[in-house]
């Protein structure tokens, strides 16, 4: 047995039993997606300090607050309990008093999605499924590849032609099948989805799947665990489909609730500003579906985010805020925070990060704002990305006059 009680639907509010329904029939897969109750009187009985105190520090620690049986949730793992990284040179530079980074690319495939793939494998695992698939191009599809080996899963994994070859040697490497795909990442998508529907395999394609959510969820149960005494006024992710802020908020609502934590954090959601569509929803209320725009931030760059509601409403329950910033500002982000504070950053990741300097600009942060931000990929994901924000090296000949002419003229770096 879980602690699960129901799901509801985002978008009508109504209620299904555990295993009835993927997304809301009424409102339809676009719209209707569902968000996982608990039973948080129960869980707080036994999700205790001195229970979590006794745990494994992986993600599987929360057991009450996921979505499996108790036979299907491991004890421990490899995921989660990344680090609280303290960024005073940083701070300095974004001018707030305390930024705290949690480096998320430490996870084992190098991102944040390992929260989710694992969660959303292990619940495959419970259904007695054996083969699972999804269309992605970027850490979605490697982090479920990863899950997969790791568990002695199959996994099928459809990818696009831009598909960057660092993700596409993780999949192989990983041993998934893969299908490179003549035509868009829609007709990825579309044909994954029909793969699944003939062959009978669990589909992982990530926003629609409700239980994938409570994976990154745990990402704010840490937060909450790890500044327990020490709380940020804000907690910044940036936001592509919707579902890791989401997943954040509702962490860090969940402990407050079940009474581990006595304060709450307001979110900032990062976009890129060439692809915010959640951003504009925020002030309208409504989603802008045109699917124009792009941002070099691969992992960001989501014309048509299927979590929105999820997202919008993790920043307006948190008295929070959207904030969008340029690919040039996400650029000079992934230099900050390689230099200032010793964390490789993939563009979507240091997103965050430039999010800081424009919300500190704008006036929402100020010199005593403590913040905590998520660092939800690695820089090596994205060699061709961050090259394009890090500079060039010295070519020189091996000659030590010419290693002296460098040094005489540029004597600090
Ligand atoms: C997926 C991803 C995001 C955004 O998460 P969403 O759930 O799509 O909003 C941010 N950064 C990285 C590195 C990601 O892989």
């Given at each position: 047995m879980s602690y699960v009680t129901r799901l509801t639907c985002v978008c009508c509010d109504r209620e299904f039993a555990e295993g009835e329904a993927t997304t809301c029939p009424g409102c339809g897969p676009d719209e209707g997606i569902l968000d996982v109750h608990y039973d948080l009187p129960s869980v707080a009985t036994s999700l205790t300090r001195d229970a979590l105190a006794r745990r494994s520090l992986s993600h599987w620690r929360y057991r009450e607050l996921l979505p499996l049986d108790e036979a299907f949730c491991p004890t421990s793992g490899t995921i989660g309990w990344t680090p609280m990284i303290e960024a005073p040179r940083l701070a300095e530079a974004l001018g707030i008093g305390r930024l705290r980074l949690k480096d998320e690319g430490r996870s084992p495939s190098g991102s944040f999605k390992d929260r989710a793939s694992s969660v959303g494998v292990a619940r495959a695992m419970q259904e007695g499924q054996r083969t699972l698939a999804c269309a992605s191009t970027g850490n979605a599809a490697s982090s479920l590849a990863y899950c997969t080996a790791a568990a002695g899963l199959e996994t099928n994994i459809f990818v696009s032609q831009a598909v960057p070859d660092g993700k596409l040697a993780q999949l192989l490497a990983y041993g998934a099948r893969v299908f490179k795909i003549q035509g868009s990442y829609a007709q990825a998508y579309e044909l994954c989805t029909r793969a699944c529907e003939r062959f009978g395999w669990y589909n992982r394609?990530?926003?629609?799947?409700?239980y994938l959510v409570e994976g990154k969820k745990t990402g704010g149960l840490e937060v909450a665990e790890q500044c327990v005494d020490d709380p940020p006024d804000w907690v910044v992710c940036s936001v592509g489909d919707g579902c890791s802020i989401a997943g954040v908020h509702k962490g860090l609502a969940q402990m407050r609730a079940i009474g581990l934590i006595d304060w709450q954090a307001r979110m900032l959601g990062v976009q890129a500003a060439g692809v915010d569509a959640i951003a504009r929803a925020y002030e309208t209320g409504d989603l802008d579906r045109s699917g124009a725009g792009y941002t070099?931030?691969?992992?960001?760059?989501?014309?048509?985010?299927?979590n929105w509601r999820k997202a919008v409403n993790a920043v307006r329950d948190s008295n929070g805020a959207f904030a969008t910033v340029t690919d040039e500002q996400i650029m000079e982000a992934v230099r900050q925070s390689g230099r200032l504070a010793g964390v490789f950053a993939e563009p979507a990741a240091a997103a965050a990060v430039a999010g800081i300097a424009g919300a500190r600009h704008d006036g929402l942060l100020n010199p005593q704002s403590s913040v905590v931000a998520m660092i939800t990929g690695n820089g090596l994901k994205d060699i061709d990305g961050a090259m394009r924000a890090v500079g060039r090296p010295h070519e020189i000949s091996p000659d030590l006059d010419q290693v002296e002419r460098i040094v005489e003229s540029d004597p600090s770096s």
């Open positions: 394609n990530a926003a629609i799947n409700p070099y931030a691969d992992s960001i760059n989501v014309p048509v985010p299927r």
